[in-house]
């Protein structure tokens, strides 16, 4: 393209020397200037075209570098872009944790709040059954013989159950105390993840 656009340029500078006005006869003097000026200008253009070449080439590359400049950039927004969107994706999944985890604590804590309310209804009647056994081995001892055998089966049979409610008791203790470690443990994660 650019010997092209030389040879048009050399060809339109030989049109303009021909098509110029007619002149004298050249001396052989005027014939060899002209033909240095000629030759200059060949010379002249050749120059100008091996610049301009020149130029192409290296705007060319320099085009090239940024193309591929340009093409690192897009990769890299894009990367950022896809990072952005996983981030983004991490907070949405971490706000749901965190949602569930605080949902689980309301209810744990529910939990062992009635826990407690059912221990304390159980340590009263703990106390009722104790204070009936008392009153009935008061009426065993000042009882008559007759009726000793039936109070004290009576008096054993409340023993049992009493028994039974101290185990329940003792279960649901160690339920509450289990719930409110792992109470304890949601609380604690779920000040970590906020």
Not at 28 to 36: A, L, P
Not at 104 to 115: D, P, V, Y
Request: hydrophobic share 35%.
């Amino acid at each position: 393209m650019i010997w092209e656009l030389c040879l048009l340029c050399l060809a339109g500078g030989l049109r303009a020397v021909h098509a110029g006005p007619v002149w004298k006869p050249l001396k052989i003097e005027d014939n060899s200037s002209t033909q240095e000026e000629i030759n200059l200008l060949i010379f002249g253009v050749l120059q100008f075209s091996n610049s301009l070449n020149h130029v192409y080439e290296t705007t060319e590359a320099k085009l090239a570098k940024i193309r591929q400049t340009l093409k690192n950039h897009e990769e890299t927004l894009r990367n950022f872009g896809m990072e952005t969107e996983q981030a983004a994706e991490v907070k949405k999944q971490m706000k749901e944790v965190v949602q569930l985890l605080q949902e689980q604590l309301t209810e744990q804590q529910a939990q062992t709040q009635t826990m407690k309310e059912q221990m304390v209804s159980l340590e009263q009647d703990e106390d009722e059954l104790k204070m009936k056994a008392e009153r009935l081995e008061t009426y065993l001892s000042n009882a008559v013989t007759t009726s000793i055998k039936q109070l004290q089966e009576t008096a054993q049979e409340h023993s049992y159950v009493l028994q039974g409610l101290q185990h329940l008791i003792q279960f649901h203790k160690e339920n509450i105390e289990t719930q409110s470690n792992q109470l304890t443990k949601l609380q604690t994660l779920s000040e970590g993840v906020a």
